[in-house]
């Protein structure tokens, strides 16, 4: 596998940008290959920024062009998708011409050394993706996190970190074997032709919003906290070219298969689109890693088999906040002042309180408030920026980044009082971990999985800490970023409630359809801030999946439905997207996770307790094999206290496992946190974080769960506050300056004393080197005692 073979070569390589005479690869064809290919890219980047400049300039964005704007990749990513695609249009260009001329199918890798492959690496940049960081220069390796998240494992430094390959549980099952999508080539797969996704979604997920169940335990919190975490853990970018790079034809006008376009076709008789012969959904492929896909990168072993990048950090440290690159989150730092806090807005605020920043690109993608409200002199905002480009998808999203925003500078300042000789830098830091510390356990693993795997899940997977193990892979797994923690989406309301002080609906600003409430910030800017949006989400109850309601319309029908062009489905997208990383069927899933796997309908309606269910799942998948493995998921009924099937339950809990013990900056680990900060933290509530950074006076005990006399509306100041003391450092201090005595540079109890009574011996009696050892050596052996 090349890839393997440039994780080997990559500690060795020498950087992407060496000299010119470096950048010459041996072979002259592979030299003009790679020169034919990089301009293939290059023109194909170009065209498709200023087609899609151009786009949202003339204010003409479609449903998919925002979807793909939304999922390009930027800084660092984009590097890393760039070097990827010039290294496969290298060898696509080589394979195609040995075949030209040898008239028959040559590995086009059998005309390449070993140094060619070096070469080729180094000057499409690949070897930049692979090579080892230098793990002991790193600054505070032992107290804070990377923004990337590099060396938090220091056996393997890129384990878990930003733009590394998604980790397979299972291997990918593609159409040729290697990288293209399932489907795609007419194959019978179990001797069946899988369905189109479109149809799947017509005959499974579709439904009304007037037949919605709301969930009778779970708040819509639940259902956008999810969202939320799941953009702290993965992004998978979109090739950023809107056109093929073999023949240049535009995905958005064609609906051709032909790399990066994956269409998405429309069945005959489709109740809303359009059915012709050639009618289709764009969609686009998820970019690959470098070093995948191709069946010329085939080494004596199975062949390389093409894997998909994810953007984020597999860890929880809140990236969706900070960014998961060091340029964005530097960007998103207010480095004005010395006080540690993160950019906001300079021209809005809410209510005298801080707003997300605008994005610096000023482009009309989030600009559509003069059409929905017909006032052609309404003023426009931007899109916001943020540590994740979605958030701007909706505005309860947004809400959800300002909150986390805000209370990062609160507690920045909290901390600044406490200890004004911090630097920016620590204060940034310090209450960054905190954050971090916010969403490992007191959210998602106390508050919010419980209610999502259930209780079995927990017990077996999610209890108690098990401690770090370096040689756990916390990486996220393709299955769970593609199929597993997209459950939420069917519990998604219809509308996105906003409500007054007395969580009533608010007259002044109503809630919101959800199809209007797509990418626009506006709506925090000029109708009431976030307050009513957070009073929706812990004052109104999620949408409870359903196997006869599934998937509302606004997310099946109306997606990104922006102007009059074709809206998205994101039921169909979710198939397209698991045929497009060559995700394995059902019941390998089933089999992973050691549960039944059915064999016909009457076994598959026995494990979805739903016949009716099971006849229409067979009538278009033909065996329970073939379904996919997202549309099994979310069949499935619910474990006991969960929101989600045994399949999911399973998938999902490993993954937290995994993320939790391969940790090695954990909340529990010791050292990370002292026993008083650990106390402290345990305290934190999400309903107070709410409390603290709104003009909300009054919240549920639990933001979680639905309001009942068991969950009643509280004041804010009934809620304990998090006591910020344990992190107050108290420095001893002498000629030579200062020592802090806990806080970021914290020593053990013993060790503390000692250092302030050496300081204070070496000030106070001018002791000579000898007397001074014999002192010390005697106040150690006295403290020991009385600490036993």
């Not at 795997?453 to 393709?478: C, E, F, K, T, W």
């Not at 039944?596 to 033909?622: F, K, T, W």
């Amino acid at each position: 596998m090349l890839f393997s073979v440039l994780l080997v070569l990559g500690v060795s390589l020498v950087p992407a940008h060496s000299s010119p005479t470096e950048k010459y690869l041996g072979s002259p064809l592979l030299q003009r290959c790679f020169e034919d290919a990089k301009k293939l890219v290059d023109d194909a980047y170009t065209y498709s920024r200023e087609e899609s400049l151009r786009r949202v300039r003339r204010d003409v964005v479609s449903p998919h062009d925002a979807l793909r704007l939304m999922k390009q990749p930027r800084g660092d990513t984009r590097s890393a998708v760039r070097s990827a695609d010039y290294m496969a249009q290298t060898l696509r260009l080589l394979h195609d011409r040995v075949h030209h001329v040898h008239k028959r199918s040559l590995n086009a890798t059998d005309l390449l050394s070993e140094e060619d492959l070096r070469r080729l690496a180094n000057i499409t940049g690949c070897s930049a993706r692979v090579s080892l960081p230098q793990c002991r220069t790193t600054p505070n390796l032992n107290k804070y996190r990377t923004i990337t998240s590099i060396c938090n494992n220091l056996n393997n430094p890129r384990i878990g970190a930003a733009n590394t390959p998604f980790t397979r549980w299972l291997p990918a099952q593609y159409d040729d074997g290697i990288s293209q999508p399932k489907g795609f080539l007419n194959r019978t797969i179990n001797n069946f032709l899988l369905p189109l996704v479109r149809q799947v979604s017509n005959n499974i997920l579709s439904t009304t919003d007037a037949g919605v169940v709301s969930d009778t335990e779970y708040t819509h919190m639940v259902t956008l906290f999810g969202q939320w975490n799941d953009h702290d853990l993965t992004f998978t970018p979109f090739s950023p070219s809107i056109r093929s790079f073999s023949n240049g034809v535009n995905c958005d006008e064609s609906c051709e298969r032909t790399e990066p376009c994956i269409p998405i076709p429309i069945p005959p008789g489709d109740p809303r689109l359009p059915s012709r012969p050639d009618s289709c959904i764009p969609a686009f492929r998820s970019a690959p890693v470098c070093g995948t896909g191709y069946s010329a990168y085939n080494f004596g072993g199975d062949p390389n088999k093409r894997e998909q990048i994810n953007a984020l950090t597999a860890f929880l440290d809140l990236s969706q906040v900070y960014g998961s690159e060091d340029k964005l989150a530097l960007y998103l730092r207010d480095l004005e002042n010395n006080d540690g806090l993160l950019r906001v807005n300079t021209e809005f605020r809410d209510n005298r309180r801080e707003v997300l920043p605008f994005h610096p690109l000023q482009v009309n993608m989030c600009a559509t408030r003069a059409r929905v409200t017909n006032d052609s002199n309404a003023r426009e905002v931007p899109c916001f920026i943020a540590g994740d480009v979605r958030v701007d998808e909706n505005i309860a999203l947004t809400s959800i980044h300002t909150l986390f925003v805000r209370e990062h500078n609160r507690l920045a300042r909290e901390l600044k009082r406490l200890n004004p000789h911090w630097d920016s830098e620590t204060l940034y830091q310090e209450a960054r971990k905190i954050m971090g510390a916010y969403t490992q356990v007191l959210f998602v693993f106390r508050d919010y999985l419980p209610h999502i795997v259930g209780d079995d899940a927990m017990r077996r997977q999610l209890g108690r800490y098990p401690g770090y193990n370096p040689n756990v892979d916390p990486s996220i797994s393709n299955v769970f970023a593609t199929a597993a923690y997209r459950f939420a989406h069917l519990a998604i309301q219809p509308t996105i409630s906003r409500l007054d002080a007395n969580y009533r609906e608010n007259p002044q600003f109503p809630s919101v359809p959800l199809f209007k409430a797509f990418f626009t910030p506006w709506r925090i800017v000029f109708e009431g801030g976030i307050d009513p949006v957070l009073r929706g989400l812990i004052g109104r109850p999620a949408k409870l999946n359903t196997q006869d309601h599934m998937l509302v319309d606004a997310l099946r029908e109306r997606l990104f439905q922006f102007v009059q062009h074709l809206a998205l489905d994101l039921g169909s997208l979710n198939m397209q997207r698991g045929r497009d990383h060559g995700l394995p069927g059902y019941n390998a899933w089933r089999r992973f996770c050691g549960l039944s796997q059915p064999r016909n309908q009457a076994e598959l309606a026995q494990v979805l307790n739903n016949r009716d269910l099971a006849r229409r799942l067979l009538q278009l998948y033909g065996t329970p094999d073939n379904i996919d493995v997202w549309m099994g998921g979310v069949a499935e009924p619910f474990v006991r206290g969960g929101r989600v099937g045994p399949l999911f339950a399973c998938l999902i809990a490993s993954q937290f496992q995994r993320i939790r013990q391969g940790d090695r900056l954990w909340y529990e680990k010791p050292g990370v946190f002292t026993p008083q900060q650990r106390a402290a933290l345990s305290t934190a509530t999400l309903s107070r974080i709410i409390c603290d950074n709104t003009g909300i006076n009054t919240v549920p005990t639990d933001a979680f769960n639905v309001l009942s006399n068991r969950n009643r509306l509280v004041n804010c100041s009934s809620l304990r506050r998090l006591n910020l003391s344990a992190w107050r450092e108290r420095p001893c201090t002498g000629n030579s300056g200062e020592i802090p005595l806990g806080g970021t540079n914290r020593w053990q109890p013993a060790e503390l004393w000692v250092k302030c009574l050496e300081m204070a011996s070496l000030l106070v009696y001018r002791l000579s080197l000898r007397q001074f050892k014999v002192l010390k050596r005697a106040l150690r052996q006295g403290i020991k005692r009385n600490t036993r």
